[in-house]
């Protein structure tokens, strides 16, 4: 009888250690949030919906891929060297909305239930891949930017108890 | 000669008015002769009646017209036709004229061009001719080639062209696709999976 209390217990400590703090389904509600957010903005265009991960250790990180809507190329419309120009010109216009949506993912995703199992002092990334067809002249545009701060750092500003305009200093961010 | 009243033709043709018609009538019978006149002048009208009527001429020639009269030249070419005499004569003297235009008359000559370099040189030299030759067929054969060059050129730059257009074409249509895809996770997201995916 020991014996099988003994093993009760064990598996039942076994089962809570591997328990993931932050459920699948909390995880896949906020990738419907960050997918709401990116979509409503006209000037972006999703083009892999968000996913994310709890890396333990480390924080919360979400990756998409958006794009920018440009005018494309067609049998029926053939497209100039000015035409790709101006693609690259629209994509670099709208590169700031981007990284503004970015950040306000960032601060809904700290404050956000779903994220309580992320300790505060861990990350919140929010990572995007930027798609460029083949054809397109992507110089001076990125491939990669990459988003992240402390979660207590972004629930601060989101709470008002840091002001909205350090936020930027707070922020570190990777372009590539 | 009748000796009824009234004319027995107008009689016939109901030309008269009542009374000369009871008048020829009570005459007829007490006549014989008069009788058999008004009978052949029946057998006339009937016989005549039967003829169809055909209408008139509009204008009426005579033979004697000049219209009918032949022109002096038309009168001696029938009588030339008519006349085999005429027409022997007439034949000799063709063949005559012919047989002396063809002996005194000379085509013109085409002239040969001579003394080309070309066909001294051949004159000359076999080799040399050989050699001109050849450059001659080089310099078409580089001129051909050259054409085939540029052609096929345009056709490798059309076909980079199109195949280029073809792979954005599809490029674009894997976007789509891939955006679909998006669209349908986000619905799934909002109402749960549809049945069947």
Redesign the interface.
Known sequence: MKRILAIAFLCGFALLADAPRISRLAMSQLEAQVDKLFASDPRLMIEGNTRGVYLDGYGAVFTTMVSVPTKVPSPFNDFSKKDMLEVRDTKLKELPALRDKMRQSLLMMAASPALDGVRPAEQVVCGVTLFYYKWENTAGLPREIMIQAEKQQLISVQSGRVPRNQLEALLKVQEQ | MSCAPFDLRDYYFEALPEEQRRAVEEHVVRCEECAGELERVRVTGMALATVPEEELPRRIGFVSDKVFEPSPVARWWQAFWMSGARMASASVALLAVAILVHAFYQPRRVEVTTGTPLVVAAAADPAAIQAAVDRAVAKAVNATEARYDVKLQQIVAENARQK??????A??ID?MD??SR?MM??SN??SGPVPGQ
């Open positions: 280029m257009v073809i792979e954005r074409a490029e674009t976007t891939r955006r998006v996770v986000a997201r909002e």
